[in-house]
């Protein structure tokens, strides 16, 4: 016993003294370069790690040889220089001691192997420990080198570790290598070249070129490593076969739907070339736990992480359609609406089969990470110490990373979560805060006698222009045809007699949901979710239209979008008639998913409300839809006298794209929508200059921006808003808003906030 324990004590005396040699020279580079924290760190997590590594090692060898010892030194040479590359990351290095420990390193190595030889003393242990010291030797400098020539040069020091994992997830490549002179010299010249690299003693295309050769003669020896193991793999039943090729796959989609993006601007394969952190705890605790307790965690890991899954699938989705992650309490509602709209847009028949491809892809995104998952902990349970050393090698790797700030560090999934939790819990406790907005309101006291008095006997149309966004009057391809369009309608209006004056406002929605825009610029509070929206129709919240009709207006609503009866249209908004789809009498064929031409609209209101003689004044909401995605039947404006009941543009020619082509090619759809808008602005225009006169009063707006699609990434949520009006005293009203002459906001115009605008609206036409 005694025998043991002194074994044992020989045994943890050379780990013990290599850890507190890396630590004292940690000290001394701290004290004398001024190592900083992200060197430190690595280089203590890196010397721990050694320390950890050589003592399992030992426990099955008798003792340190003397070759050993020289390893060990080399060892801690490498922290040295794997601390001082962690520093360049952040902060200034002193490239010639980093380069000198590099260089003396490199020399013994040259030592050891003779020592062991000329010693006899050499074993497997010494062999393995002096081959992984070369491996983070070279790991080390190339993160040094790599932020000098690119990151194409961290492939040199992963080599070693990619080989690692494949002796980890395959049998066969654990097979011992024959000894190759040529391996040999491949391996010790990595070294050297990083070393130089590192120096920066030669020209910058020379150093890249010798590195480059470097790398294909590593990735030469590695292929000819991998392939003479292959030869030699044995007869592998075929179900080994099969099961390997399974748990390589489970592994593949583990580390996928732990890495993958949940933006579309993210995705691309340095995405995926990423190292989870999450796995990594994963494989930990699979390979020290039970076997009840591991099934336990890798089903309820599984389960989380396909909800994960689900979860980045829906905000890439959302991210495209209205520039902003999926809310899991707003948004679940909108899958009926979802359906609705795509049967409207694509037909009933082509829906319901997307639907279905829809509803197998979740149960597949449910179940296939669950499976992997269970896979991949049973893999890390059967091959215990191999997992255990390969998550302590990538942990030592992954917090390097971390450290050093590089985003190949990943802990995204962990952070999703946690996003999504949070996301959750704020959506709950939003209603609380809105109860709180709707208990005040400054207006819902008015008597009618003293709303909008500035507005008597006025004609006001409040027109929506569908997905009428900042992108379609600045910096875009499309700006010069709407300007255009603009100006021709500034000219037009002026001949008529009509001005207008033209500001910004900030929709709280993008891409679509447009009634969440509705309801925020008529309520005066911000609606940027569904259950907002739901909150508030149910109050008794004062808005533009109720407000109107307060003062004495007949209140109707243009929306011929609707197909089927709207509620909220009579209970909140009190409307006195709507008029959709089913009741404009409209007898043309579709545009898409617009189910008449604005002009057909426009020329409706006019026949059931504007026309007839002896009414009172009218407030009409107008939505004006051919600007809807996914533009591809635009109508042509034609003559007003020959608009009929819609029949005639069934032989009207129309600009037509198709759907695919469209969601295919951003230009095309970004040329379609263009010249939806310049329909859709000219049709107004037109109206306006027939059927106006002194006592009409129009509000034109935007009511979100388009699809990513057509703005690109990082767009903002301003809309163009114009107030236009024959009557010089209604502008004379606005004029304290600063609002720009004319159709077309410049850059610099006004932005206000969308929910802004009805009370600075309600107290400008006031008493």
Not at 190 to 205: F, K, N, Y
Request: one cysteine or more; charged letters at 20%; a positive charge.
């Amino acid at each position: 016993m005694v025998e043991r324990a002194a074994q044992r004590v020989r045994r943890s005396a050379g780990p013990a003294a290599g850890l507190l040699a890396q630590v004292l020279l940690l000290g001394v580079l701290s004290l004398t370069v001024g190592l900083h924290t992200a060197g430190r760190t690595v280089g203590l997590a890196c010397a721990l790690t050694i320390a950890t590594l050589l003592a399992r090692g030992l426990a099955r060898d008798e003792r340190l040889g003397p070759a050993s010892t020289v390893t060990l030194a080399r060892a801690t040479l490498a922290v040295g220089v794997a601390a001082l590359a962690a520093d360049s990351l952040a902060h200034d290095t002193p490239v010639a001691l980093l380069v000198a420990l590099a260089a003396v390193a490199l020399a013994l190595d040259a030592a050891d192997g003779w020592i062991a030889r000329r010693t006899g003393t050499a074993t497997p242990l010494g062999a393995r420990f002096d081959g992984e010291v070369d491996a983070f030797l070279i790991a080390a400098l190339s993160v040094y080198a790599a932020t000098v020539y690119g990151a194409w040069v961290l492939a040199i020091g992963a080599a070693r570790y990619l080989f690692l994992a494949g002796e980890w997830l395959l049998p066969w490549m654990r097979a011992p290598l024959p000894r190759r002179r040529w391996r040999l010299v491949v391996a010790a010249a990595q070294g050297v070249v990083l070393t130089i690299a590192a120096s920066e003693v030669l020209s910058r295309p020379v150093t890249q070129a010798l590195l480059a050769v470097a790398l294909i003669a590593l990735a030469a020896s590695v292929g000819e490593c991998t392939l003479w193991l292959w030869h030699r793999r044995g007869a592998a039943h075929p179900h080994a076969r099969v099961a390997l090729a399974l748990s390589l796959l489970a592994l593949l989609l583990v580390w996928v739907a732990l890495v993958a993006p949940n933006h579309p601007g993210r995705v691309s394969l340095g995405a995926f070339a990423r190292l989870p952190v999450e796995l990594l705890v994963l494989v930990a605790a699979a390979a020290l736990l039970p076997a009840t307790p591991r099934r336990l965690l890798a089903i309820v890991a599984g389960v989380v992480l396909s909800v994960l899954v689900i979860v980045k699938v829906l905000d890439i989705g959302f991210f495209t359609a209205f520039d902003r992650p999926f809310k899991p309490v707003d948004d679940s509602s909108y899958a009926g609406i979802a359906v609705e709209t795509l049967r409207d847009a694509i037909g009933a028949s082509a829906a319901n089969l997307v639907v279905v491809a829809g509803a197998l892809l979740l149960l597949a995104l449910l179940a296939v990470p669950v499976l992997a998952l269970l896979r991949v902990t049973r893999v890390a349970a059967d091959r215990r110490g191999r997992a255990l050393q390969a998550v302590a090698v990538l942990g030592v790797l992954w917090l390097a990373l971390r450290v050093a700030g590089l985003p190949a560090a990943s802990s995204s999934a962990a952070a999703l979560a946690v996003d999504e939790v949070q996301s959750v819990h704020a959506g709950l406790q939003d209603r609380a805060a809105l109860e709180r907005e709707l208990a005040h309101d400054r207006f819902a006291a008015v008597p009618g006698d003293r709303l909008l008095t500035g507005l008597r006997g006025k004609d006001v149309l409040l027109v929506f222009v569908e997905s009428y966004g900042r992108v379609a009057v600045q910096d875009s391809s499309v700006a010069p045809g709407v300007r255009a369009v603009l100006d021709r309608g500034d000219a037009q209006l002026r001949a008529a007699g009509f001005a207008s004056r033209s500001a910004f406002l900030a929709s709280p929605t993008f891409g679509g949901l447009s009634w969440l825009a509705h309801s925020t610029l008529q309520s005066g509070i911000r609606v940027d979710g569904q259950r907002r929206y739901d909150t508030l129709v149910e109050r008794d919240r004062l808005t533009l239209t109720s407000a109107f009709k307060r003062a004495g207006w007949r209140a109707v609503g243009i929306m011929p979008a609707n197909h089927r009866a709207w509620p909220e249209g009579r209970s909140y908004y009190r409307y006195d008639a709507i008029y959709d789809r089913r009741n404009l009498g409209y007898r043309g064929p579709d545009f898409g998913l617009p189910p008449m031409p604005d002009q057909y609209s426009l020329l409706a209101l006019r026949r059931r409300e504007l026309a007839p003689r002896d009414r009172p004044p009218l407030f009409a909401e107008v939505d004006l839809i051919s600007s809807h995605a996914p533009w591809t039947r635009i109508p042509e404006l034609i003559p007003w006298r020959d608009v009929g009941d819609g029949s005639v543009f069934d032989r009207v020619p129309v600009e037509e794209t198709a759907e695919t082509g469209l969601f295919g090619d951003p230009d095309r759809a970004r040329a379609a929508y263009g010249h939806s808008i310049e329909y859709s602005l000219g049709a107004l225009f037109s109206f306006v200059r027939r059927y106006g006169d002194d006592d009409l009063v129009l509000v034109v707006l935007g009511d979100h921006q388009p699809a990513t699609i057509v703005t690109g990434e990082g767009a903002d949520h301003d809309v163009p808003i114009s107030v236009i009006a024959r009557d010089p005293k209604v502008l004379d009203r606005i004029a304290p808003w600063r609002w720009h002459d004319g159709m077309l906001p410049r850059p610099d115009a006004p932005v206000w906030p969308m929910q802004a605008f009805r009370d600075r609206f309600l107290s400008a036409f006031g008493p």
